[in-house]
């Protein structure tokens, strides 16, 4: 069991509301890495990050945001959630060192619903 | 571009029975190939990964194989159980210092009783 969470599991929010999708990992992972994902479809990568105060953004545009001021915390955040932004967003971990040749450790997800 | 395609895109099967399912990739240069089984509403979990240097690894009732010749990859379950419902990733990681990683869309596999 990977020791990386995701709160909260489940929201469901109106439209233009602010909402912070939380991350943390115990493993002293260096990378960290947020995919978006609809249900029966493939992971998307939206954000990653080397460690502290580094952020990148992924292959899917996003309109979300991502901060990285501790090792263990990687939060999201969309300033004015919309319909177009209900999806499962999955949060990740991996030791940049590249032990056990990047495995990336899942969190559960968080099933976002935006109305 | 470096993609990953797999094949079925999803798989019916009685409990019991024995499946493989398909990964292609065309990325270079490669590092390393994981296979992902990801439950319904959950975050993947790594079933196996097998290097270069690597043709065959398992894991209980799971057995990967790659030919990095022709550049592919099977998962095969053996027995299947109701709980090996799920969606299976294959996942490649580029042989590069930023260590990016390629993920499929998936095969969707149904067990039925």
């Known amino acids: 069991e990977a020791d990386i969470y995701q709160t909260p599991r489940y929201l469901v929010i109106g439209t233009g509301k602010k909402i912070t999708l939380e991350c943390s990992q115990t493993m002293g992972h260096d990378k960290m890495y947020w995919y978006q994902q609809d249900p029966g479809m493939e992971l998307h990568l939206i954000h990653y990050s080397y460690g502290v105060n580094s952020t990148e953004k992924g292959d899917l545009s996003s309109e979300s945001t991502v901060s990285r001021i501790r090792t263990e915390h990687f939060p999201l955040t969309l300033e004015s959630a919309r319909p177009s932004h209900t999806s499962q967003y999955l949060c990740?971990?991996?030791?940049?060192?590249?032990?056990?040749?990047?495995?990336?450790?899942f969190g559960p997800g968080t099933r976002l619903t935006v109305l | 571009k470096n993609q990953v395609e797999q094949s079925p895109q999803s798989l019916i099967i009685l409990e019991g029975k024995n499946c493989t399912l398909q990964?292609?990739?065309?990325?270079?240069?490669?590092?390393?190939l994981r296979w992902y089984k990801q439950d319904t509403g959950r975050g993947p979990v790594s079933l196996t990964i097998?290097?270069?240097?690597?043709n065959t690894k398992s894991n209980g009732r799971y057995t990967a194989t790659l030919d990095a010749d022709t550049k592919q990859s099977s998962l095969h379950i053996t027995a299947s159980q109701l709980s090996d419902s799920a969606s299976y990733i294959c996942v490649v990681s580029e042989g590069t210092g930023g260590f990016k990683t390629i993920f499929g869309a998936g095969t969707r596999l149904f067990v039925k009783a």
């Open positions: 097998m290097t270069f240097s690597e």
């Open positions: 990740a971990s991996s030791d940049l060192a590249g032990g056990n040749y990047n495995e990336q450790f």
């Open positions: 990964c292609n990739y065309t990325v270079s240069p490669f590092s390393n």
